[in-house]
């Protein structure tokens, strides 16, 4: 099993672009979770995902979109980068509301 | 409100001596406390849970409500244990986590 898996590892993208992160998990997990880790602020949720089709706002949504079109994926979409949006993110799944396993980052700046 | 409080950004310690975490909470109910760590080059993983009561890798925290705390503990620290570690809330039932700002441990020789 890979367990939580997610894509790309690295990207630089220039201010206002688009792009999308992908998170996939092999556990069969019904929950699904976008962080967005900086210095001296811990990980902070984005949005979550309690089942295929569903979507909630977290802590820091704002820029940020998401889908969950297969119980396995969960996708997180910056429509128009802008500098504060550099960040590490992080995915995380879990069955139902149990121990959260997370995927290995995406390193992502924005000039 | 709902807040995680890790007042040590970084905690340098010498291999075999005692080290501490501390951990804060602000929550209206029954509150159920996480420790996530990060090693080097690798994936925050959980490390220990409130309910579980159990030690790991030598590890052990309690919770204390009257203090609002869920301190780290591990009586020898070990240069294995050099990592980046959370103290983590649960805030409801949909599982979702509210971290602290995190504690940079360094286990020097």
């Known amino acids: 099993n890979a367990g939580v898996t997610q894509t790309p590892k690295f990207r630089v993208l220039k201010t206002g672009q688009s792009m999308t992160l992908l998170c996939a998990q092999d556990?069969?997990?019904?929950?699904m979770y976008w962080y967005r880790q900086d210095p001296g602020m811990g990980l902070r949720l984005i949005h979550y995902?309690?089942?295929?089709?569903?979507?909630a706002k977290g802590e820091v949504p704002d820029g940020y979109n998401v889908s969950r079109l297969k119980k396995q994926n969960f996708l997180l979409g910056l429509e128009s980068a802008a500098p504060s949006q550099t960040s590490v993110y992080f995915c995380?799944?879990?069955?139902?509301?149990?121990?959260?396993?997370f995927g290995p980052g995406t390193r992502l700046t924005v000039l | 409100a709902q807040r995680v409080t890790q007042p040590e950004k970084l905690l340098s310690v010498f291999k075999g001596a005692p080290v501490e975490l501390k951990c804060n909470y602000s929550?209206?109910?029954?509150?159920?406390l996480f420790w996530y760590v990060q090693y080097s080059r690798q994936r925050l993983q959980l490390l220990l849970r409130?309910?579980s009561r159990e030690s790991i890798k030598g590890f052990t925290a309690d919770l204390n409500k009257g203090e609002t705390s869920f301190h780290l503990k591990k009586p020898f620290a070990q240069e294995e244990d050099s990592a980046m570690y959370y103290c983590?809330?649960?805030?409801?039932?949909?599982?979702?986590?509210?971290f602290g700002a995190g504690t940079q441990v360094v286990v020097t020789p």
């Open positions: 995380a799944s879990s069955y139902l509301e149990n121990e959260q396993f």
């Open positions: 556990m069969n997990h019904e929950y």
């Open positions: 995902s309690v089942g295929e089709g569903t979507t």
């Open positions: 929550y209206s109910g029954s509150p159920e």
């Open positions: 409130h309910i």
């Open positions: 983590a809330l649960k805030t409801d039932s949909w599982g979702k986590l509210q």
